[in-house]
């Protein structure tokens, strides 16, 4: 008995479930219709066409908002705020007169279909692919009211998608089925192509975009097909309003994703757009790096000139405490411990002068040759040496370090310094002209902006330039220094100021409308969330770092991790003193032969 009641059950639930609903087909449209941003115009032969069911239906929605226009050979202009199309055909035949205007405005175009002749499956999936091949997109969803069936055509698979939710568009573009994409990859801060210059193939491409281009290639398995670069590589907006290099092709719609690292600003076009964000970076100004301090005066270098200063006071002010520690001692008339010199006959002047030099010679830890007379003073004199002992540890050790590292005299590392020290900024960008100061507050910002100065960069790379020559500072990414150029950071031939003073964001280029954008997206985002991206900009950074080890010219010039010998040249400095020490006392000496020799002869004539 209770199975009978299942059986029936189930055939009831079964049936209902075959049975198809006129409206399911209908309230799916709608569905479909509320997830769409912005209104839907619906374009309508006649008014009798407002009295069709499906008509109708949409418009008792809600959620969306509906422009009706009549008039059907009206061709849809582009900038409007109702961004999706509903018509109304007859059969395909119809619906072909209406091909050329279904240009890829970003917007979808819904097309029903009131009658299907036999043999209409098959014209309209060459319909689909007519409008694929002119206007590069599949945003179509085709209505059949008869067979009360919604499709969309996948343009990977050529066939016809019987559309279940309204979701099954963005599956389409999860799986591209191996169809070639024009991907365009050139020579940047993170990629690089190797390519055979005759035929102009790319053979292949490395670094960390690269590396993101075939992970997005294999999870939305599409073929890349790498175009050839140009010699413009990013380009941008020309004077005459054409665009060239990476900019131009986007803009022109020549390439579908360009995996190189775009700053994310206004390139001066609406028909191109970007991925989510993959990396930052500054641009930053580099200068020719200092002077090494010469070897003949380095020691003097060695400390600060707070440290010499204090060196000198303390010196002096060790003098004042002395005499002043004598003079209480006289006033006091405290008794002196006797060391069996001589102690009358001495006067002021004399005792005063004689505690200066004990002091300085205390002070430069040499022995003093006789202690003071007064236990008060004697002490006073051990905690000076001591006092000299903690200098002179100092200054040794410091002595030390620079021999073994050397010192180069201060580098700009502000853009206020950079600002002073007069020197032009040279830029091989026009573009860097309106990034890198312009329109800020600052005084600063406003006169760097003035010296910039455009120049063609030619045989000599600008870097080379500032390295060779200086007299004026470059602009680069930070990253560029870290990578193609890093050679010239290590070996400390040009020197970036920290103050960088624009950070981008970076990203990939797209044209607009691109179908692909949602779904590079989330690859990138996901990427870049689970650190696969940094880790990447990480390796290659790191490679960078390494690859100097094959240059020995420059691990020359490094000597890092070196013993260094010392040498005769590095001990100059001590003999240019006692040059001029001998020197000082020579002319002392002749002076001092020739007062005598006057005053003799002044006592003979007396
Ligand atoms: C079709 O389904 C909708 C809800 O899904 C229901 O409101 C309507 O009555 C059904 N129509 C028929 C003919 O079964
Ligand atoms: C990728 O595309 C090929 C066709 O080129 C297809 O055979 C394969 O099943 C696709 N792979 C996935 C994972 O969908």
Redesign the pocket.
Known sequence: MATTLQLIMLALVGG?LV?A????YK?LLTSIVEELEGGLELHLRSSEDGGNDLVQFLMEQEKSSFQISVEQEEIPTRAEIMRHHFFVFEDVHQMQEILTSLVNTDGFYILTLEKIPAEDDVTLKDFAADVWVQHGHSRIYYVQISKESILLYNPFTQSLVVVRDSKTYARIYKDLEGYPLRIYIFDSVYSSVIGDGENNKVLSVTGADAKLAKTVARQLNFTADFLWPDDEFFGGRLPNGEYSGGVGRAHRGEVDIIFAGFFIKDYLTTHIQFSAAVYMDDLCLYVKKAQRIPQSILPLFAVHTDVWLCFLLVGLLGTLVWLILRAVNLVLCIERIPDGSRTTGISYFGAALRIFIDTWVVWVRVNVGRFPPFHSERIFVASLCLVSVIFGALLESSLATVYIRPLYYRDANTLRELDESGQPIYIKHPAFKDDLFYGHDSQVYRRLDAKMKLVAEGEERLIEMVSKRGGFAGVTRSASLQLSDIRYVMTKKVHKIPECPKNYHIAYLLPRPSPYLEEVNRIVLRLVAGGIVNLWTGEAKERAKWSIQRFPEYLAELDVGRWKVLTLSDVQLAFYALTIGCLLSAVVCMAEILLGRKRSALNKIK
Do not use: A, G, H, V
């Not at 609903?21 to 399911?24: A, C, F, H, M």
């Open positions: 209902t049975q609903n006129d409206t399911d309230l």
